[in-house]
């Protein structure tokens, strides 16, 4: 994978889009400062300059590899590298769905995926991401953390992205075959944040909130989640957008 280095950068997945024509396969674009960047539900990334990762890596597709459907594959994906990267530093992780990963129920990284399509096949994927490494302070989050806070050790960020780019290139075949997707999977939904554990959740389509239990994912990416509140406790099919972890 070749990786590239910015000092100052508004967004990398933002500079990634615009150079996507320009930009190889397995580019990883990374900035040293990250002035404007962006999460889910059109958050901003908070991260302080010189401290931590913040990169995108491209994938480009040829047709017939990946289908529009299954784009939430990438998810698991980059949710499982980033896990493996910190079961290296002795850090036990969880995956808070879709993409975020929490250790101890404090937000460690952040992922944000975007693609372009060709048809109903995945043409190039951007996947963004941001994981708290230096940074021991996080005045405008607060519930972060970060290697170092987990660790009591700073780390190289140049080693660390090398570490997570190999991780990710050794991993990203099990995209392509029905085997190694199973294992994904099972590896995925075994991570999930509160998994087992009863908690509240606010349902977005219904504008309520309610005490649940996550049961896993569904084979299209849908979150199951047990109503503990609802006469006989029905299992309820969350998309992306569609509920809210109450912590």
Known sequence: MNIVWLDTIDSTNSEVLRRLAELPSLTVLAAREQ??????????WF??????LTFSIVVKFGEGELHASRV?????????????FLDAYGIDSAIKWPNDIYVQRRKICGILIENTLKGEWV???VIGTGININQRE?????????????????????????KVA?????????????????????????RLFLKDT????????????YRGCIRGVEADGRLCIRDLDAPGRPYRYYRFKEVGYIL
């Open 35 to 44: 002035t404007a960047g962006r999460g889910q539900r059109g958050n901003t």
């Open 47 to 52: 991260t302080e300059p010189g401290k931590n």
């Open 72 to 84: 939430h594959w990438l998810n698991y994906l980059m949710s499982d590298v980033v896990c493996g």
């Open 123 to 125: 043409d190039a994927a």
């Open 138 to 162: 996080f005045p405008q989050l607060a519930n972060a953390t970060s290697l170092v806070l987990c660790s009591g050790q700073e780390q190289d960020l140049d080693a660390c992205l090398e």
């Open 166 to 190: 190999a991780l990710f290139e050794s991993e990203l075949p099990m995209l392509f075959s029905e085997r190694r997707r199973a294992g994904l999977f099972d590896r995925y939904s075994g």
């Open 198 to 209: 009863t908690a509240r959740f606010h349902d977005l389509l219904e504008e309520r909130e």
